[in-house]
């Protein structure tokens, strides 16, 4: 009988040749957060449950409002746009296949009940996209604990958060002046996010680590999120040559950004010892 051979998990491929995967410090390491997500850290700690992450895009604001802090009553999501409706926020009748309608809760309200017993985090994305009635909708049930309800439209049963609900907002937007006041109201805590949070750059190759913090970090005109790095290391896992993956994923900054991996690399080597 032939014995089978075992699987073998494919392999990373190999950095660009002269670079030398850099060493990152851990994700969880409080001593290296940069200074943003230390003031994220601390808001959180001190039981902040309304929260403005704004800045560039890419830098892991969704990210860390998905996984910083408690989130022990469930986190969810809700990507805001102009097509929404309040389906999305606080559900929808679903045909069965047996005939009849069965209820299924929305982001919000499966965020709002939690775990059953203490409230869960709705991560807003873009909320400053949503349409007007989107927006109305939100902002109530983004009101306080003792303030935010609402009567589902069959049952009239009346649902409000439980303890511990809290709400992380994420926007591209640049300046906080261009929020509407209403919603600013609502998050009394703002921080700017400038840098990628180590937890996002640690799902990239180490090699590609520091180069996407600098790019993350660029002006405007030569600046890449970490999820463009992340499909460039996609790219280079399925096999594809370095130049050509790079090429399809920063276009005519490829040479800039393949320079940046190398000279990061380069300066990241021992020094030789003298003979």
């Known amino acids: 009988m032939t014995t089978p051979s075992p699987t073998r998990t494919p392999k990373r491929p190999a950095p660009p040749e002269s670079v030398v995967a850099p060493t990152t410090p851990a994700p969880d390491d409080a001593t290296q957060l940069p200074s943003c997500w230390r003031d994220v850290r601390d808001a959180l700690a001190a039981g902040i449950d309304r929260l403005v992450l704004f800045g560039p895009p890419g830098t892991g604001k969704t990210y860390a409002g998905l996984t910083l802090g408690d989130v022990a009553g ?103 002046r261009d929020l509407p006041v209403a919603l600013k109201d609502r998050f009394p805590v703002a921080i700017r996010i400038d840098q990628p949070h180590p937890g996002a750059l640690a799902r990239l190759s180490p090699y590609l680590r520091a180069p996407a913090a600098a790019a993350a970090a660029a002006d405007k005109a030569r600046r890449f999120s970490v999820r463009s790095f992340m499909a460039f290391d996609r790219l280079r896992e399925s096999g594809m040559d370095l130049e050509r993956a790079a090429f399809l994923i920063f276009g005519n900054h490829s040479k800039d950004i393949l320079d940046a991996i190398r000279v990061d690399a380069v300066s990241k080597r021992p020094a030789k010892k003298a003979s």
């Open 74 to 176: 469930g986190a969810y999501r809700l990507i805001c746009n102009e097509d929404m409706t309040a389906a999305d926020v606080t559900g929808h009748f679903m045909p069965t296949a047996d005939g009849t309608w069965k209820w299924l809760d929305g982001s919000v309200l499966k965020a709002w009940d939690g775990n059953g017993s203490i409230g869960g985090r709705i991560v807003a994305d873009e909320i400053d996209r949503a349409s007007g009635d989107v927006l109305s909708l939100l902002l109530n049930m983004f009101d306080n604990v003792e303030s935010a309800s609402w009567q589902h439209p069959d049952s009239g049963v009346v649902h409000r958060p439980r303890p511990g609900f809290s709400v992380i907002m994420t926007t591209n937007v640049e300046d906080m």
